[in-house]
């Protein structure tokens, strides 16, 4: 059986993590795969040392249910399960002899609170660059660099990120628009042609109102590019290219703290790209916009002293 495919058909990274694997295509798992899911993920170090008899027990399920779920994730078999997850933790302890990659809870004092999301923070940019598709990173980032306008879209904490791509953009003389409310969006979809793109992030890829956003988009002739968690989410059906992230999102940090994180990695990595491309004329706009605001700055050093005219900027 192939491997998992993200939205766009590609196969999946190989060398991505099982458990990142796990996590983004868990939604779409029939539910007696969730549950073997569940046991993997909640004991990944556990699971690569028992037979798939016990596996199968502590799932309430089958052995034939705990080897669909291993093809369903593109490992192949039990076998090769307990392989992946044997150097996945040996990877995973090699980076940090603390686990700090449980859920924060009411009782945690502060300064654990702050260990938990620096980790939390950290593994979400780390496993998403690991997971990230470069080649279809490239195609993205050619269409983004020769589009005539780019519009992005999203909602709640997604709509920082897309605000992000915006000012970026602007700032190397990309047009450039980011949209959250859902009407406007719609409209900006509907007038969106042959030549333009539109980028829609979403964490779970089930927001209605993105969603709704791209598939308008795409209808009207717009390149459609979707940034979420899930390739195999709702919003992939509507995308022609799809970016995915690997952010785990608990109970204080559902949908707003890592996900984020993960998502900002994923468009710094295509602004650059895009940037490269028209280099010749994104540092002379860098330049500019950073002059144009120099003077609303106040005259004085890092260091607290001021500034000497010459050390102007």
């Not at 519009?151 to 190397?172: N, P, T």
């Not at 979420?228 to 059906?237: D, E, G, H």
């Not at 890592?258 to 490269?276: K, M, Y």
């Not at 609303?296 to 900027?313: A, F, N, S, V």
Request: net charge negative; hydrophobic share 40%; charged share 25%.
């Amino acid at each position: 059986m192939p491997t998992p495919v993200n939205g766009n058909g590609t196969d999946a990274e190989p060398d991505a993590s099982p458990l990142v694997r796990i996590r983004s295509l868990l939604p779409g798992l029939a539910r007696a795969e969730q549950r073997v899911a569940k046991v993997v993920l909640d004991e990944p170090s556990s699971v690569a040392r028992r037979s798939i008899t016990e596996v199968a027990l502590a799932a309430k399920t089958s052995e034939t249910t705990v080897t669909r779920f291993c093809k369903a994730i593109g490992v192949g078999g039990y076998p090769q399960l307990r392989i992946a997850l044997a150097a996945d933790t040996a990877r995973t302890q090699a980076r940090s002899s603390r686990d700090l990659g449980g859920d924060i809870t009411a009782d945690d004092d502060l300064a654990s609170v702050v260990s938990k999301v620096g980790f939390a923070d950290a593994r979400a940019v780390e496993e998403t660059t690991e997971q990230l598709d470069i080649a279809e990173l490239t195609r993205v980032t050619d269409l983004v660099a020769n589009a005539g306008r780019v519009d992005v879209y999203g909602v709640g904490a997604s709509a920082f990120v897309a605000a992000d791509l915006q000012q970026k953009m602007h700032r190397i003389g990309r047009v450039s628009f980011a949209w959250s409310d859902t009407h406007i969006m719609l409209t900006s979809a509907a007038v969106l042609s042959e030549g333009d793109v539109a980028v829609a992030i979403s964490h779970s890829g089930a927001t209605t109102d993105t969603v709704e956003a791209l598939r308008v988009a795409g209808e009207h002739g717009a390149t459609t590019v979707a940034v979420t968690n899930f390739p195999r989410s709702p919003i992939t059906a509507v995308a022609d290219h799809v970016l995915t992230t690997a952010a785990r999102e608990t109970t204080f940090r559902s949908g707003a703290t890592a996900s984020r994180i993960a998502q900002l990695t994923v468009i710094d990595c295509l602004f650059i790209g895009v940037a490269q491309r028209h280099l010749d004329e994104a540092v002379p706009a860098l330049d500019s916009t950073r002059d144009a605001v120099d003077g609303h700055r106040l005259g004085i050093r890092p260091d607290g002293r001021r500034k000497t005219e010459r050390q102007g900027r």
